[in-house]
């Protein structure tokens, strides 16, 4: 109904950066509120960031807090995630979702995309 596509995810070594994106209809992207999940082994799904319909709220999760940077293209209807000074803990799956209201739970996320793997060696 929602579909989300993301790409940019990747092998990376730490202190490196990556950039991914998640790509959405144009109904989608200015209507919902967009968010970054990420889920390691062993490990609960964490709120990565999340970026308000119109652009302009933002919200990150504490461990990324002056890494990461989510932002939207509006000619390409595509959330960014930008992911600098990258950390080995960062290795993940990344995905993207999106709701009709933000919010830093997973269980509240109506659309999720696939996931992209991200790796960050030592």
């Known amino acids: 109904q929602v579909p989300l596509v993301e790409s940019g995810g990747g092998l990376v070594q730490a202190g490196g950066s990556l950039r991914l994106s998640c790509a959405a209809s144009?109904?989608?992207?200015?209507?919902?509120?967009m968010g970054w999940f990420r889920q390691a082994p062993g490990k609960e799904r964490e709120f990565v960031a999340a970026?308000?319909?119109?652009?302009?709220?933002?919200q990150y999760g504490d461990s990324v807090k002056g890494r990461f940077t989510i932002s939207k293209d509006y000619a390409k209807n595509t959330v960014h995630l930008q992911m600098n000074s990258l950390k080995p803990e960062d290795t993940a799956i990344y995905y993207c979702?999106?709701?009709?209201?933000?919010?830093?739970?997973?269980?509240?996320?109506?659309?999720w995309g696939q996931g992209t793997q991200v790796t960050v060696s030592s």
């Open positions: 979702a999106a709701n009709t209201y933000m919010s830093v739970y997973s269980s509240q996320y109506s659309y």
């Open positions: 970026i308000s319909s119109g652009g302009g709220i933002t």
């Open positions: 144009r109904r989608t992207f200015t209507t919902y509120h």
